[in-house]
């Protein structure tokens, strides 16, 4: 179960990331490296695809972690005594046992092996483990949490 | 970049996954491991989840395959020429580099570290990396290849 980064992101500051976490993401480039690029053929006809990257960032110790509170929703104004306490694999943090990383982003330029996106979640030099073009998924009974809803109406 | 299962797909026979890959998937159950159970904290608010796999079939010279056609829409009638031919990155074949496969399901219930779950495209014994739950994705401009288009009008 070995990984090979087929590229890596080319982005803003981590400072601008974050700022923009709640802002429907940043601009950045997806690089896509040479002895990949062929397999971007035909992706340049999804409007959106699925990005899936491995979040550097996390350390080993914070991959034992199996219990968080989304901590980011402090940006919004919330307290911490009013997040809720969820499993790493209810939630979206980054802290997990194995860091991978899911984005939808908008593609709206491809450059040869660059891909030009909008709504990056994902630091400069975040290393990328595979692409796969965006269906839209169908179905009329998603439901998500009540805390979910209730915290994100802040968004 | 190391990966570790945190559990593991228990479900039907290959037949019965490839026959029901067009139809909206299987049933299954996902076992998460014991020392990963605590992850699963609030993970039934969910309707839906995502499952990201490790697609153990795919053998090291598959991995090396930049480009490809969707063989299995051979299953819905249309010949080998009728088929795009794509990279990897443009498509969900499982052939890719890093062969990492992500399904949304329903989860129908969870029973302790069992989750049961409906819409499956996993064999029994795919091994589990992580779980997130499912939030829609809000987009009006979803576009997909015109290919795509034609070819799912079969489904």
């Known amino acids: 179960m070995d990984l090979r980064p087929i590229g890596v ?3 803003p500051s981590e400072d601008e990331v974050n700022r923009n976490m709640w802002k429907g993401g940043v601009k950045g ?7 990949f690029k062929e397999g971007l053929l035909g992706i340049e006809n999804f409007s959106h695809i699925i990005v899936i990257s491995w979040l550097h960032k996390i350390t080993e110790d914070q991959r034992k972690i199996l219990i968080v509170k989304p901590l ?9 005594s009013e997040l809720p306490t ?7 943090s980054p802290v997990r046992p194995n860091p991978i990383g899911i984005t939808i982003v908008k593609l709206t330029k491809r450059q040869d092996n660059l891909l030009f996106v909008e709504g990056l979640d994902l630091y400069d030099g975040t290393p990328i483990l595979d692409l796969k073009g965006y269906y839209p998924y169908q179905s009329k009974d998603v439901r998500v949490p009540e805390w979910s809803k ?3 109406s802040k968004v």
Request: proline share 0%.
């Open 72 to 80: 980011r929703m402090t940006d919004l104004g919330y307290k911490l």
């Open 86 to 92: 969820l499993g790493v694999f209810a939630s979206h």
């Open 29 to 35: 480039i997806i690089k896509v490296y040479e002895e």
């Open 150 to 152: 209730k915290l994100r």
């Open 9 to 11: 992101v080319i982005g």
